[in-house]
């Protein structure tokens, strides 16, 4: 079933192409198994936004895609390999959330503008891709308290529901895992902003 895709692409040509790719940025240990083809399938038919593909898939090509696994699936190389499938009217960059959280520390609550309705005299939003989502912590900033992925989620909600704007997300957190730590709102938000793409939770850990 999962390679009889009704497409006009070759996605075990793009697979090839994609490996090349990851070789490249990342070296000669760079592989793609084929016990990850389920997922990478899904992924190329977004990116490349194929509508008979997605349509098979069960994938809204008009929401972000939260990728989910365990640690050391390739979550996040995978992510980064898919900008160069994006079509440019879709391009996003991918942010590291810890990186967000010492952005925050800094520089305080324009950290959650910027990385939700962007930065100040920036004509549009920018589709971003928050990696690993949940390895952040709560941050003070003077004293207050801040759930700064919280925040921005909830901000980001706003644009993609006003001005079509997607977000993208890694995490190795399961659904109830993110309610949790970032309340039922949040859970509640995503649900309608993204499609969920999950690999297995007893995959092995690939830097291992």
Same mark, same amino acid.
């Given at each position: ?14 697979? =090839? ?5 990851? +070789? !490249? ?13 389920? &997922? /990478? ?14 349509? %098979? ?7 972000? &895609?939260?990728? #989910? ?19 440019? !009217?879709?391009?996003?960059? +991918? ?5 967000? #959280?010492?952005?925050? &520390?800094?520089?305080?609550?324009? =950290? &959650?503008?910027?990385? #939700?309705?962007? *930065?100040?005299? %920036?004509? !549009? ?22 759930? +700064? ?14 001005? *079509?704007? %997607? ?13 949790? +730590? ?5 859970? #509640?938000?995503?649900?309608?902003? /993204? ?14």
């Amino acid at each position: 079933m999962e390679t009889e895709i009704k497409s006009h692409y070759n996605y075990d040509e793009v697979i =090839i192409w994609l490996e090349k790719k990851g +070789v !490249e940025l990342y070296g000669n240990h760079f592989k793609i198994l084929e016990s990850d083809y389920p &997922i /990478i399938y899904k992924l190329i038919a977004y990116f490349l936004k194929d509508e008979a593909a997605c349509f %098979q898939y069960n994938i809204n090509l008009n929401k972000g &895609i939260m990728l #989910s696994g365990p640690v050391g699936c390739g979550k996040t190389s995978l992510l980064n390999l898919m900008k160069y499938l994006t079509p440019t !009217e879709h391009k996003f960059f +991918v942010k590291p959330c810890r990186d967000i #959280s010492f952005e925050f &520390i800094q520089d305080g609550y324009e =950290i &959650i503008h910027k990385y #939700s309705k962007g *930065k100040l005299y %920036q004509s !549009e939003p920018k589709t971003i891709c928050f990696d690993d989502l949940g390895t952040e912590n709560n941050l003070k900033y003077f004293g207050n308290e801040c759930n +700064v992925m919280a925040e921005i989620l909830l901000s980001r909600y706003d644009i993609f529901t006003t001005r *079509k704007v %997607q977000t993208h997300i890694t995490t190795n957190l399961s659904a109830s895992e993110i309610e949790n +730590v970032y309340g039922n709102r949040v859970r #509640s938000r995503l649900r309608e902003m /993204i499609n969920l793409i999950a690999f297995d939770k007893e995959f092995e850990d690939k830097r291992v």
